[in-house]
C-alpha cells in the first residue's frame, strides 16, 4: 500500500485521470489525518486534565471550581465554587480544604446569560449545601457522584427560579469541569510545583530532548525540510507540555497541540513518500484539525494555518486542508468537547463611531503588552542560557518561584481559562484595577520563566489571558460598561500580534461569540496591535523565533526552493584545462579554439591554480616571451563549491562579471569539477518560480 500510494502521488507522466484520482485520494487522506490528530489533540487534553486533577483536586472531599449542567445549546446552568482560604504566607498553615465557601451560580437562558446570582455553600455529612440569599435562605443539598454533582432528592423549591423553564422536570447532573486553584492549600502547591519540576527535568534527561519544540519548528520543517517533522521529538514534547500543564506551570495548550498535530500529519506523508507538497500540506491538515479541534472554530483554523504556518494562501493545499479541519472539529463535538467561555456575551448590538477611537486604544496598548510578553520571553531564555544551569534542575527552580508568587496569586497557575473566562464573563466581580495589573505583570514574569526553565507549553493561552486583563483593566480605568467588549477586544490583539494571524483571530472571535458587533470591535484592536508589534518585534513570536533559527522569513517560495538545490546540480563539466607549465604557444593554441571560454589551469590533482581568457592574456601572448600558463594566470575572482545553495549562487552570479565561474569540490582542496554560466542559475531561478506558481494554484 505504501509503495502504490506513493507511485500514484509522485508519477512523473501523468494520464489526464490522474490528477482527479489524486486529488479524491488527498481529501479522503485529509479526513483520516483530521480525524487521527483530533483523536490525538483529545488525548493530549486528557492527560493533562486527568494530571491536574490527580496531582491537585483529586485529594480534596470538597467542591472546587466549575460544575455545570447543560440543557441544550442556549440552556444551561453553573455553580462556581470558591472556598474560604487563606492567601501568602498564612495560607500555609492551612493544611485541609475549605469545608465552607461562596459559589456563583451562573444561568443562561434561551442564549441570554443572566445576571449572576451569590450563595453560599457549606460541606458536611458528604453533602454539598447550597443557601440562595435571593431565594429567602432556601437550600439544595447536592451529593457526589464520582466527580459529578446532582441533587439529593428533587424538592428545588427556591432553585427553579434558575431552570431554563419552571416545567423542566428532568434530572440534574452538574458537571465537574476543573478545579480552581485557589482553593488548593498552599503548601500543596508549593510542594507540587517544586518536586513536578524535579520531575520534568529529569524527563527531559530520560527522552534525551535537549529542549522543547513548537509551533516554529512547524514553520522550519516547512522551510527547510520538505515538511518533515521528527515524530521522536513531537511525542517526547507532547509529554514534556502535558506534565508542564498538569503541573499547573503557567503556560498553554495550543501551541503543544498545533506542533503534535504539525508532527502526526507531517510523518503520515513521510512514511507513505508522498512528496514535499503532499507532505506539507498534511502538516498544515494536522495543524488545521488541532486547532478545530481545540477551539471548534473550523474556519478560522483553516486560515490560522495558511497565515501562520504554510505562509501563503495554496489552492492545492485549501481543500484538504478544509477538510481535515472540519473532521477535527466533528470529532470533538462528536465527543463532547465544546469551547463555550465567550459565548452569551453581553455587548451593544451596534456600536457608534465614537467608539471605535476607543478600541483603537485598547490595540495600541495590548500591542505594547504583547511586545512586553515576547520581549520577557526572549530576555529570560538568554538569561537562564548564561547561567549555565543544568537542565534537569531548571524546571524545579522555576516551579519554586512561581509557586511563591501563587501564595498570593494563585490564579497565574494553570491554563487561565478558568481566569480569563472570569475577566470576559463576570464583569469584575472578582477582580479589582489594581489586582488586575498585579497579574498583568506576574503572568508575564511567571510564562517568561516557565518558558525559559523548561516547563514547556505554549504562548497562546498565557497572551489570551493578558490581553483579555488588558482590556479589562483599561475599562475599568475608563468606563465600566465597556468591560467585555474591551476584554475581548484587548484579547484578540494580544493574541494577534504573539501568533502573527490577525484573519484568524478574527475569525476565532466572531466564530465563538457570533458578535458581530463583537467582531468589529476586534478588528479594530487587531489591525493597531499588529501593526506595532510588525514595527518594533517582528510578525510574530514564532517567525521571531525562526528567524533567529537563521532562515530569512521574508524570503519568497521560489527562494526557498532555490536554497534546497545545490550548483552541482546544474553545473557544467565541460570546459577546458591547461596544465601550468604550458608555454605560451600552447596557451595561445588553446584560446584561440574556444575564444569564449575561459582557461583554467589545473595541477596534476585538478586543483585550481587560476584561470586565463583570450583577453587579458592577449598582450603577453603578442610579446611572446618564455611565460607559461602559471605567470599569466590569475586567481578567479568568485568561486563557488558543489554544495553552495543556488540561491547564494544567484547572488554571486548578480555580483560577477566574465564568461563562467568555476566550481570546486570545496574550499579545501580547491579540486575543479565544473562551471556555472550565468544561464544555468537563470533557468534554474525560472524553474523555481514556476514550481512555485504551480504548488500555490494546485498544479505540482
Known amino acids: 500500500m505504501l509503495e502504490t500510494l506513493s507511485k500514484l502521488f509522485n508519477r512523473k507522466q501523468k494520464p489526464p485521470y490522474q490528477s482527479g484520482i489524486n486529488l479524491l485520494l488527498l481529501l479522503v487522506l485529509s479526513v483520516v489525518i483530521g480525524a487521527g490528530v483530533a483523536y490525538a489533540t483529545l488525548g493530549f487534553m486528557k492527560t493533562f486534565e486527568r494530571v491536574v486533577n490527580w496531582v ?37 498553615k492551612q493544611t485541609q480544604w475549605a469545608t465552607n465557601g461562596t459559589c456563583s451560580i451562573l444561568t443562561t437562558r434561551d442564549g441570554e446569560r443572566l445576571d ?88 527531559y534527561v530520560a ?56 508532527t502526526l500529519g507531517s510523518g503520515f506523508g513521510h512514511a507513505f513518500k508522498l512528496g514535499r507538497t503532499n507532505t506539507v500540506t ?53 465527543h463532547g468537547r465544546f469551547f463555550d467561555g465567550f459565548q452569551n456575551l453581553t ?24 511586545i512586553i510578553y515576547m520581549r520577557s520571553i526572549v530576555f529570560m531564555g538568554k538569561t537562564v542560557k548564561k547561567t549555565n544551569i543544568p537542565l534537569w534542575s531548571r524546571p524545579m527552580i522555576a516551579g519554586l518561584a512561581i509557586g511563591i508568587v501563587a501564595l498570593w496569586l494563585p490564579n497565574l497557575l494553570g491554563l487561565v481559562e478558568e481566569t480569563t473566562t472570569q475577566v470576559i464573563q463576570d464583569e469584575g466581580v472578582e477582580y479589582i484595577l489594581q489586582v488586575l495589573c498585579l497579574l498583568i505583570i506576574f503572568k508575564i514574569a511567571a510564562t517568561a520563566l516557565c518558558l525559559s526553565c523548561g516547563m514547556h507549553g505554549g504562548v497562546f493561552g498565557p497572551a489570551l489571558c493578558i490581553g483579555a486583563m488588558v482590556g479589562a483593566a483599561l475599562a475599568m480605568a475608563y468606563d465600566a460598561s465597556y468591560y467585555q467588549i474591551f476584554a475581548l477586544a484587548g484579547m484578540g490583539a494580544c493574541i494577534s500580534s504573539v501568533v502573527g494571524a490577525p484573519i484568524a483571530t478574527i475569525l476565532i472571535v466572531f466564530e465563538l461569540n457570533q458578535n458581530y458587533s463583537v467582531a468589529t470591535a476586534v478588528m479594530v484592536a487587531v489591525v493597531i496591535s499588529n501593526l506595532l508589534t510588525n514595527k518594533y518585534f517582528a510578525r510574530s513570536f514564532f517567525l521571531f523565533q525562526v528567524q533567529a533559527a537563521g532562515f530569512d522569513i521574508n524570503a519568497g517560495r521560489e527562494v526557498l526552493i532555490l536554497q534546497r538545490r545545490r550548483i552541482k546540480e546544474v553545473m557544467e563539466k565541460d570546459y577546458f584545462t591547461i596544465e601550468p607549465e604550458a608555454d605560451l604557444n600552447a596557451v595561445e593554441k588553446a584560446l584561440r579554439a574556444n575564444p569564449e571560454s575561459d582557461l583554467f589551469v589545473t595541477d596534476s590533482q585538478q586543483k585550481l591554480l587560476g584561470t586565463i581568457n583570450l583577453a587579458g592574456a592577449w598582450d603577453n601572448l603578442k610579446k611572446n616571451s618564455n611565460q607559461t600558463a602559471a605567470d599569466l594566470a590569475k586567481l ?65
Open 347 to 370: 455587548a451593544p448590538a451596534e456600536l457608534t463611531l465614537d467608539q471605535y477611537p476607543l478600541f483603537a486604544i485598547v490595540g495600541l496598548v495590548s500591542g505594547l503588552f504583547a
Open 282 to 334: 498534511f502538516l498544515g491538515c494536522g495543524v488545521a484539525s488541532a486547532i478545530a479541534c481545540s477551539f471548534n472554530t473550523p474556519i478560522a483554523a483553516v486560515i490560522f494555518t495558511h497565515e501562520a504556518i504554510i505562509g501563503h494562501y495554496s489552492l492545492r493545499a485549501f481543500a484538504p486542508i478544509t477538510i481535515a479541519a472540519v473532521a477535527g472539529n466533528a470529532v470533538a463535538i462528536h
Open 56 to 92: 491537585y483536586f483529586d485529594w480534596s472531599e470538597t467542591p472546587s471550581g466549575r460544575y455545570t449542567h447543560k440543557f441544550d445549546s442556549r440552556n444551561k446552568l453553573q455553580f462556581d465554587f470558591r472556598g474560604n482560604n487563606e492567601h501568602g504566607l498564612k495560607g500555609l
Open 636 to 700: 578567479p575572482e568568485h568561486t563557488l563549491t558543489e554544495d553552495t545553495d543556488l540561491n547564494r549562487g544567484f547572488e554571486i552570479i548578480e555580483e560577477f562579471v566574465g564568461v563562467s565561474i568555476p566550481v570546486v569540490e570545496n574550499e579545501e582542496n580547491m579540486r575543479l569539477t565544473g562551471i556555472i554560466y550565468e544561464a544555468n542559475v537563470i533557468q534554474a531561478y525560472n524553474e523555481a518560480v514556476k514550481t512555485a506558481r504551480g504548488e500555490e494554484q494546485g498544479l505540482e
Open 207 to 262: 527522552l534525551k530532548l535537549p529542549r522543547g519544540h513548537g509551533p516554529a519548528d512547524a514553520i522550519i520543517a516547512r522551510i527547510n525540510n520538505d515538511g518533515i517533522l521528527p515524530i521522536r521529538e513531537g511525542i517526547s514534547t507532547a509529554l514534556i507540555c502535558a506534565s508542564s500543564i498538569g503541573l499547573g506551570a503557567s503556560v498553554g495548550r495550543y501551541g503543544p497541540a498545533v506542533h503534535l498535530g504539525a
Open 116 to 203: 449572576p446570582v451569590q450563595a453560599d455553600w457549606q460541606y458536611s455529612n458528604k453533602k454539598v449545601q447550597i443557601t440562595i440569599d435571593k431565594a429567602g435562605g432556601a437550600t439544595l443539598d447536592l451529593v457526589f457522584v464520582n466527580s459529578d454533582l446532582q441533587p439529593e432528592n428533587k424538592s428545588r423549591a427556591g432553585f427553579i427560579e434558575h431552570l431554563p423553564s419552571p416545567d423542566y422536570k428532568g434530572a440534574l447532573l452538574f458537571k465537574y469541569k476543573q478545579g480552581s486553584f485557589t482553593d488548593v492549600p498552599k503548601w500543596h502547591i508549593l510542594a507540587a510545583l517544586t518536586g513536578g519540576g524535579l520531575f520534568i527535568g529529569l524527563l
